[in-house]
């Protein structure tokens, strides 16, 4: 992992059905070494030493990586829509557009491409809500409360029990059968499945994309509530054990009442910095554009009746 760090591995080779589009959304070494960057500032690396954090050299190499991410993500995202606040949820994600990868799920997912499509999703839910915690010292006055109230949710001061919605997603793991330990699937995860979860720490370590990081939030929290309807649906359709439904089901539920609290942090945050609005859509755009990566890439190798994982490593 150190020789990932340090920029000098060999070549990652394409997943088996990856279309390879020449974005930094699908460069394998691009987002594994930019994903490995990001883990410092979570969890860590086994093996690498804490203090590479800091480390002036590893932040030159990670900033070059995301100045080539943002730039392609800033060449796909569609600009700030003409409508008003309320809509560019809406808007961006209909120019976006892209497969409806929950409706091929709720459908026709087997379990064994359910149990893929939780591994991929581990690099993200496995640390769920702690990127966009970055934005509380960042923000101000209303759009704050409303960040803080929503982060609460996520680390299950709304549920009775209390547990972290991340802890859930681990038993989601565990009930497939999974390790669900941090990153045990690293090796597996194509490019555009670490991009899911780089999009996200890139705007949650930069104050300059704020405006970004709440327009990702805001998308996730205003958009999830149907596409989690239909992940219910397909577990009951495969007999999967209530441990593997709940992650999904909390989120049925709380994501209603977040959606409404995320739309007033959009509205509070762009009353006191209206200078931020193209950032906001950004962030929202960005989002769609990886998600819709993740989706063709997924729907792309079902449909060839392919493993959409990377293959393991011989030995």
Request: proline residues 5%; hydrophobic residues 45%; glycine residues 8%.
């Amino acid at each position: 992992m150190l020789d990932v760090l340090r920029g000098d591995q060999r070549a990652r080779p394409p997943a088996a059905c990856d279309g390879g589009t020449g974005s930094a959304i699908t460069d394998e070494d691009l987002q594994l070494a930019l994903y490995l960057c990001y883990e410092l500032h979570y969890g860590g690396l086994d093996g690498v030493d804490a203090g590479l954090e800091w480390d002036p050299a590893l932040l030159s190499f990670r900033l070059l990586l995301e100045r080539r991410f943002e730039a392609s993500l800033r060449a796909l995202a569609p600009s700030r829509p003409t409508v008003g606040l309320g809509g560019w949820v809406t808007a961006l994600a209909e120019e976006v557009g892209g497969p409806s990868l929950s409706t091929y799920v709720a459908d026709h997912a087997t379990v064994d491409q359910f149990r893929e499509f939780v591994v991929h999703r581990s690099a993200y839910q496995l640390k769920e809500a702690d990127p966009h915690t970055w934005a509380l010292p960042r923000l101000r006055g209303a759009a704050k409360r409303c960040l803080a109230l929503i982060q609460a949710g996520e680390y299950g001061a709304e549920d009775d029990d209390h547990v972290l919605h991340a802890e859930l997603f681990a038993d989601v793991m565990r009930a497939w059968g999974l390790d669900a330990r941090p990153n045990t699937y690293l090796e597996r995860l194509p490019a555009v499945s670490l991009a899911v979860s780089n999009v996200v720490s890139m705007l949650g370590l930069h104050r300059r994309l704020r405006g970004g990081l709440a327009g990702h939030l805001a998308l996730f929290e205003m958009t999830s509530v149907e596409p989690m309807r239909r992940y219910v649906a397909a577990l009951e359709r495969l007999s999967a054990p209530a441990a593997a439904r709940r992650f999904y089901e909390v989120h049925v539920l709380a994501d209603a009442v977040h959606e409404q609290v995320a739309a007033e942090m959009l509205q509070r945050l762009l009353a006191d910095e209206p200078e931020l609005g193209d950032d906001v859509a950004f962030g929202i755009g960005a989002g769609l554009v990886v998600e819709r990566a993740f989706a063709e890439h997924l729907l792309g190798c079902w449909a060839g009746d392919e493993s959409s994982l990377r293959p393991t490593t011989p030995g």
